[in-house]
């Protein structure tokens, strides 16, 4: 059975070897002119699409990987600012929990934004791109079945002109020819329907990719937006923090310092926006130093005029005078 098996692809091993030269042949007579060549303008046309469609997707797909690379590098950047923040963060300091919290939502946003843009992206492209190897390689088939059968056909038809007629040649090299050309014809049937239907299918793939990158863009940076809003707002308050603690730090000594027009503190107990030019913007928490008016006639009923200490530490002067009013304050 061995020695069968070895004759078997001993055979085979030489028919593929002549069919090579056969072709390598043809081609020669067909480049030097002394042969015609089948010729498919159509076809070449829908390879040539074929040839442009495979290189503007394993473009997208090299550069949407590099996109995710980016996605992934980021991460790792915020992972670690967010980190380092919660390292530094005294467990004393305002919202303290808060800033562990946005940390870890942070680094799972990230996470999901990542895994869905390749669950809703990548996969597909994949198998998109997949589909290429294979009809390439049925490409190239073609063209060798193709040029198999203008050979037979040659043949063929040389045997026919041949003065010396040999019916057996002849009809083996008529049966060679049919069986060229079945083989060619069924995978250029095949090729003819599958590339425009392949061609068309980049559109979807386009329009998959693009919609899935720019849906989730668009929620990740949604979610974000409110995690980074919220840091914000704990950074405000930590800030408001650090100026509430200096004054009453350094109550004792600044008192004395003040400049004689002060007539008093008072603390902010609740938040109060400025509703004109003339008038404060309050935190709760500030602390004010009131000031008379500089006529009574000025000074409305439950209003107060003053200047907020945080400035009077900083500038060393009265200038940011502003009008607030006073049930929204304590004395101090």
């Known amino acids: 059975m061995a020695e069968v098996g070895k004759g078997v692809n001993a055979g085979k091993l030489a028919s593929n070897v002549q069919k090579r030269i056969t072709r390598a042949q043809e081609k020669v007579l067909q480049k030097l002119g002394k042969a015609d060549e089948t010729k498919d303008t159509a076809f070449e046309e829908e390879v040539a699409k074929f040839n442009k469609q495979l290189i503007d997707g394993s473009k997208l797909q090299k550069d949407f990987k590099a996109y995710l690379a980016a996605v992934k590098t980021m991460h790792e950047c915020s992972k670690r600012l967010h980190d380092c923040l919660a390292e530094m963060y005294d467990p004393e300091w305002f919202g303290k929990e808060e800033v562990d919290s946005i940390a870890e939502d942070t680094d799972l946003l990230w996470q999901d934004f990542h895994q869905n843009l390749v669950d809703n992206a990548l996969i597909s ?44 040649k002849i009809s083996k090299a008529e049966e060679d020819l049919g069986r060229a050309q079945k083989v060619f014809e069924e995978i250029n049937y095949e090729l003819q329907e599958e590339l425009p239907t392949l061609w ?31 840091l914000s707002d704990i950074m405000t308050k930590l800030d408001e923090q650090r100026l509430n603690e200096t004054p009453t730090v350094t109550n004792g000594s600044s008192d004395a310092e003040l400049p004689p027009s002060v007539l008093y503190k ?67």
Do not use: C
């Open 125 to 168: 492209m994949d198998t998109y791109l997949a589909q290429f190897p294979d009809i390439k390689a049925r490409i190239a088939k073609r063209e060798r079945k193709l040029v198999d059968f203008d050979s037979a056909r040659h043949h063929f038809a040389s045997i026919q002109k041949s003065k010396k007629k040999d019916e057996v």
């Open 200 to 230: 068309d299918s980049r559109v979807g793939l386009y329009v998959n990719t693009f919609q899935s990158v720019a849906g989730l863009e668009l929620k990740f940076h949604k979610d974000m937006g409110k995690l980074n809003q919220n």
């Open 266 to 332: 008072v603390k902010a107990v609740h938040d109060y926006g400025a509703t004109d030019s003339d008038e404060l913007d309050l935190k709760a928490g500030d602390i004010v130093l009131v000031l008379p008016f500089a006529s009574p006639d000025e000074q409305d009923d439950g209003w107060l005029m003053g200047v907020k200490e945080s400035h009077w530490l900083q500038n060393k002067n009265l200038l940011a005078t502003g009008v607030f009013p006073e049930n929204f304050t304590q004395k101090l």
